[in-house]
């Protein structure tokens, strides 16, 4: 420990602190109050020494009891987990400690080296992190991680340091990995909080779909908390209280009394059905990434996923060339939403998210991205629609497409008829496939809204992604926190826009449902369902709060609101319009 963190836990006996405020980004809502545990990850010192040749037995014999504890512990973890992607995590985790070829190396390298155990473990490791980060360039970062978790893990065993997580604690952690995760959750962690990492982090999403109120990126959350503080996390705001005064414990706690009686609300009113409360139907879909978020989604019965982003795939370079990855990927989505419908995304690529640097823009968002890049990378293109063809032919009437930045009517014709030929290409080589998937494009450009009569003429849906159709029509970048005071979704022109597209997608027979942000704020949820835009996709935490409005209003209300909204002329006017109504004023 450095002198610095020594000295304040010393003082920190004697001091009464003060309370103290830390933000970060909200990762899973929920708020808890509890004492910490410091996590960090132990790094033992490693031997430099060389052993004699009559210890290498003995050695080799410490090697293989670390293999043997290390791979009780994973198994111990594989039954306790039922989520997807975890479970392949772990997985892939045995199979590493179950290698011959590693097993080889290490005994290799005590038995003619003369290296000590935790030497051989440590040198064999860094050679399979080098060829990873040649074989595999921008997911390097990814998989280091998890190979770099299964050394320590075994560095740790054979050192004999383990951590000291005490259960019913708040992890307190510079960062954390997926696998810590799913591991902490084993021991009643009760909240997480880090230094880094963002809300959309593969270890937030794994937070969120087990449930643990989490706040990322406080940047200073390890340097201002020890080992025992009493803290308050509040994963709804990113709000983290140190040292809470009475007062503040007491505001929380019946916060968290008010949380507890929503949460027992919610598992009932989600087995509702979902109708106003003057009986009109309405659908409510989960918006998913990663299979992860499926356990809430179930949870708060989504009618499906209206929106699967399909990025992650791409930006792990290997698994878009890999079609049979893809295919096991949608078919995981499709097994555990049965028997709903899962609307897969296009790449939607570029913009900000690419590779490397070759590609960089100067105005990103306005330029190479969706279905532009994709209709230039037939191949990328193609792999695609043959995986989502390939794992149709098993979910008959389950599956739709849906098309990203789509500003061109070209683009759609492009786009159909390299569907045409994915489908003959598939058909011929005798591949079963549901030949009637529908085909839907975002509504994210505003002169698309515009022109949406026509565009519904050449889709079977439309669905409208609000966060860029916002960015794009007040000319306001959503990732720049400069100017993102200007940034509403709720703004009079989207409102006017998102009119023109549910009475053109009614025109034309073309279904519209609504996938941005707009559709998880429940009072805009009930202006949109006043518009007649009756399916709505969201965040899946927020699928209960949206659900309760929208059910205790009647249709007939939420159409008075949408004209309100409607003839707004500025936020303020939509701010009023909306709190007068909840309030029923
Ligand atoms: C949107 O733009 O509203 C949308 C749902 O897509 P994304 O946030 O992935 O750009
Ligand atoms: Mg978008």
Excluded at 417 to 424: F, G, L, T, Y
Aim: charged share 30%; with cysteine; aromatic share 6%.
């Amino acid at each position: 420990m450095d002198l610095v963190k020594f000295m304040r836990m010393k003082m920190s006996d004697q001091v009464d602190h003060k309370e103290m405020y830390i933000f970060g980004a909200p990762a899973c809502p929920g708020i808890v109050i509890g004492n910490t545990s410091l996590f960090q990850r132990v790094r033992p010192h490693i031997t430099d020494t060389q052993i004699a040749d009559d210890e290498a037995e003995d050695h080799i014999r410490k090697f293989y009891e670390a293999i043997d504890i290390a791979e009780e512990e994973l198994e111990e973890l594989l039954e306790n987990t039922d989520l997807k992607a975890s479970t392949d995590l772990i997985q892939m985790q045995i199979a590493i400690l179950k290698d011959p070829e590693l097993h080889d190396r290490v005994e290799q390298e005590i038995s003619a080296n003369n290296k000590p155990v935790d030497s051989a473990v440590e040198s064999i490791f860094r050679n399979y992190l080098q060829v990873i980060r040649q074989n595999h360039g921008e997911t390097f970062q990814n998989k280091s991680v998890d190979i770099s978790d299964i050394r320590d893990r075994l560095l740790q065993i054979i050192h004999n340091k383990r951590d000291d997580i005490k259960e019913g604690t708040i992890l307190v952690a510079k960062e954390l990995s997926p696998r810590e995760i799913i591991s902490f959750s084993n021991r009643d962690i009760k909240g997480l909080i880090t230094d880094r990492g963002g809300a959309t982090s593969h270890a937030a999403i794994i937070a969120r779909s087990m449930n643990i109120p989490t706040v990322v990126g406080t940047k200073k959350a390890t340097e201002v908390i020890n080992s025992g503080d009493e803290v308050v996390l509040d994963g709804r705001n990113g709000e983290v209280v140190v040292y809470p005064k009475d007062e503040t414990r007491k505001k929380y706690k019946s916060l968290i009394a008010q949380q507890s009686k929503r949460q027992a609300d919610f598992e009932s009113l989600c087995k509702k059905p979902n109708k106003t409360s003057d009986g009109t139907p309405f659908t409510l879909q989960a918006n998913i990434e990663f299979a992860e978020e499926l356990s809430i989604a179930n949870k708060y019965q989504a009618e499906g996923v209206g929106l699967l982003r399909t990025e992650s795939i791409y930006l792990s370079r290997k698994h878009f060339q890999d079609i049979d990855h893809q295919v096991a990927f949608y078919a995981s989505i499709l097994e555990l939403t049965a028997p709903h419908q899962v609307t897969i995304r296009l790449f939607d690529v570029g913009g900000d998210k690419f590779f490397g640097d070759e590609e960089k823009e100067q105005n990103p968002f306005l330029g190479w991205r969706g279905i532009r890049m994709l209709l230039e990378q037939p191949k990328l293109l193609k792999n695609q629609l043959r995986a989502i063809f390939k794992t149709s032919g098993d979910f008959m009437g389950r599956i739709r497409i849906l098309v990203p930045m789509v500003s061109t009517i070209n683009e759609i014709r492009k786009l159909k008829n390299i569907i045409d030929e994915v489908q003959k290409e598939l058909l011929n080589e005798g591949i079963n496939i549901d030949k009637e998937i529908p085909l839907g494009l975002m509504v994210e450009i505003p002169s698309v809204a515009l022109k949406a009569n026509l565009f519904a003429r050449h889709a079977d849906f439309l669905s409208i992604g609000t966060n860029d159709l916002t960015q794009y029509t007040l000319a306001v970048d959503r990732g720049n926190e400069r100017i993102s005071n200007l940034y509403d979704q709720r703004h009079p022109a989207i409102w006017q826009l998102i009119k023109e597209v549910a009475e053109a997608g009614e025109r034309n027979g073309a279904p519209v449902s609504v996938c941005g942000e707009l559709a998880s704020d429940p009072i805009a949820a009930c202006c949109l369902m006043g518009l007649g835009i009756d399916t709505l996709s969201m965040n899946a935490v927020v699928l209960p709060a949206v659900k309760q409005l929208l059910r205790s209003n009647s249709y007939a209300d939420m159409q008075r609101l949408a004209n309100k909204a409607l003839q707004a002329e500025t936020l303020d006017d939509i701010d009023n319009i909306f709190s007068n109504w909840e309030t029923k004023e």
